[in-house]
């Protein structure tokens, strides 16, 4: 019988090495990948009606199955009180080599320390992913990263820190084509224009953030931003400008008396 050719087993290698690491999850678990990021809320009620059987799963299941629990849980604004399970998926990801699982268990563990009030440990860890992060190839989740950056630093008073990470916020999103990434990065850089006492700078880029928002339909984050806006041009003391972008802002979500709403909050 004939040996196969050395690339051919090299291959064949690679393949049942790659179906070890990631073998088919539960379907509890893959309904719930489906749905994490558009409904989290959903996703959290496929894991938890698995909970019971999740002890059962192989090591890299559970680890998984927790890391979406904690993922889910931070879309929906949950509160994470513990860093213990997030610490231990995150040594399971690095003992193992997994790059991209471990970018986003980095990513989480951030969420955690920021929930817990520890800005520099969260800053390390959301390094930590970036670091990991740049081998993997959608670079949306670079702009996230950077983007939580910028907000812890801004947290502790570092401007120009927070600056430099809502530039590179910027910049990944762009390259990933991700606009309501861009409007977000954009809305950061208006607030820490905003600190930096440069209304006008801040107002400009409030109004790229909208207007790229907008022209790509995502309508909440534009208005969401707009409404940072009206904001902004109230402390400014500009109450025409204020008043009509919130009067806009109270329109789009659906206030039927919107005008004698605003009437009450500036007269």
Known sequence: MKQLPVYIVGMLLMLVSSCYKHHPYPAAMQQAVCLIDSLPDSA??????????ISQEPEETQMYYHLLRIK????????HTSDSLINRIVEFYKAHDDKERLTEAYYYQGSVYRDLHNAPQAVECFRAAAETGLSCP?????????GQIAALFAYQGLYKESWDAARLEYAYADTAQ???????ALR???????VF?????AALAYRKGYDLAIQ????????SILSELGGLYYEEKQFDSAYSILRQVLSHYSFPNANMLMGGVLL
């Open 216 to 223: 790509n339909h995502a309508n909440h984050t534009a208005y």
């Open 197 to 201: 006492g440069k209304p006008d700078s």
């Open 72 to 79: 889910a849980n931070d879309k929906l604004y949950i509160t």
């Open 188 to 194: 950061n850089m208006a607030r820490i224009y905003h």
């Open 178 to 184: 991700n606009f309501q990434g861009m409007a977000f």
């Open 138 to 146: 959608d670079k949306r989740v670079m702009s996230k990263i950077y």
């Open 44 to 53: 959290l009620v496929y894991l938890e009606a698995y909970a019971e059987n």
